[in-house]
């Protein structure tokens, strides 16, 4: 069975760090792109960013661009979201995806909240 398991989320001051991961279970994570989705309140899913199996490229919504660094562990089966310099806009819900796009399998996400 396909698994994914998101943690790392909590409140945080605008201008904060948080660090997001997402364990991977039930597939050969290392042969997958692996993405970054998020929905904030009232909104559609929106993607974040993406990596390739090798973690050398990578692709950012313009958004967080500068701010937000994925990176994946493949000996870990781990996918990593690094959010800096966070701002309210980011506040949402937080999930990791199998494969492009919004991922053909999702987590069941960690919330991300901006908020002085």
């Known amino acids: 069975e396909v698994q994914l398991m998101e943690s790392g989320g909590g409140l945080v001051q605008p201008g904060g760090s948080l660090r997001l991961s997402c364990a991977a279970s039930?597939?050969?994570?290392?042969?997958?792109?692996m993405t970054w989705v998020r929905q904030a309140p009232g909104k559609g899913l929106e993607w974040v960013s993406h990596?390739?199996?090798?973690?050398?490229?990578?692709s950012y919504v313009d958004s967080v661009k500068g701010r937000f660094t994925i990176s994946r562990d493949n000996a870990k089966n781990t996918l990593y979201l690094q959010l800096n310099s966070l701002k309210t806009e980011d506040t949402a819900m937080y999930y990791c995806?199998?494969?492009?796009?919004?991922?053909?399998?999702r987590g069941q996400g960690t919330q991300v909240t901006v908020s002085s």
């Open positions: 995806g199998r494969g492009a796009g919004l991922g053909d399998v």
């Open positions: 039930g597939f050969t994570f290392s042969t997958y792109v």
């Open positions: 990596i390739f199996p090798n973690g050398r490229v990578t």
